[in-house]
């Protein structure tokens, strides 16, 4: 996995806050394989949410809070309400793929 602790710890703090203590993350992507350099950081971001509306919100929330605490990374965020949606293919093959930070 290349994200150091600090980015680790940086986006798990991040999700906790604006998401909420049930939420969970994980890093999907190239920044799982050692093997590849650069690329962006995709999250998969678990949460309660639901209302379309406030998943927006959040997420936007999440992405502005991540570029000023890591500095402006490139960052995709997947975000599902697993507990009440369908999973998308993208969410089964980032839980599939991703390590749950």
Not at 6 to 25: C, D, F, L, R, T
Not at 34 to 54: A, C, H, M, N, Q
Not at 76 to 81: K, P, Y
């Amino acid at each position: 996995m290349r994200l150091t602790q600090q980015e680790i710890q940086i986006i798990k703090s991040s999700v906790q806050e604006v998401m909420g203590a049930n939420a969970s993350v994980w890093l999907f992507g190239s920044r799982v394989d050692d093997s590849k350099r650069g690329g962006d950081i995709d999250l998969f971001v678990e949460t309660d949410l639901y209302d379309p509306k406030d998943k927006v919100l959040k997420t936007a929330q999440l992405w502005a809070k991540l570029q000023l605490r890591l500095e402006e990374q490139r960052i995709d965020i997947v975000l599902a309400a697993a507990k009440f949606e369908e999973q998308k293919l993208i969410e089964k093959m980032a839980r599939k793929t991703g390590i749950q930070l």
